[in-house]
């Protein structure tokens, strides 16, 4: 069965970390595009940051740069996001993504539509 499973969600004061996973259980994983989205209240979805799998290479929105690392163990079809010196505004719903445009599109800032695999969404909550 075909999902992808996130988890690592939660809520934390301002400048806290958390990390999120998300594991692609029955997908073709290598030479494709994984990572996230989100969709802060009242605001279209965005893109936050990617990696090639099995490649390696990142790209990060210019509002979290600096601060997330995207990485992958490939062995696992596993994706992490660690999230460092939180912010309120980084409050959101945070979707794991894999699609062989996600990559271009966290590059561009530009969306996805609703095309490609999406996960349920975890909840990201920054309090100050």
């Known amino acids: 069965q075909r999902q992808l499973v996130e988890s690592g969600g939660g809520a934390v004061q301002t400048g806290g970390s958390l990390r999120l996973s998300c594991v692609a259980a029955?997908?073709?994983?290598?030479?494709?595009?994984m990572g996230w989205f989100r969709r802060r209240p009242g605001q279209e979805r965005e893109g936050v940051a990617a990696i090639y799998t099995g490649r390696g290479r990142t790209y990060y929105a210019k509002s979290v740069k600096g601060r997330f690392i995207i990485s992958e163990d490939n062995t696992e079809n596993t994706v992490y996001l660690q999230m460092n010196s939180l912010k309120p505004e980084d409050t959101a719903m945070y979707y794991c993504?894999?699609?062989?445009?996600?990559?271009?599109?966290?590059?561009?800032?530009?969306?996805?539509?609703?095309?490609?695999?999406w996960g349920q969404g975890i909840q990201v909550t920054v309090s100050s």
């Open positions: 993504v894999l699609h062989p445009d996600l990559c271009l599109a966290v590059q561009a800032g530009r969306g996805l539509g609703d095309t490609g695999y």
């Open positions: 029955g997908y073709p994983y290598s030479a494709n595009c």
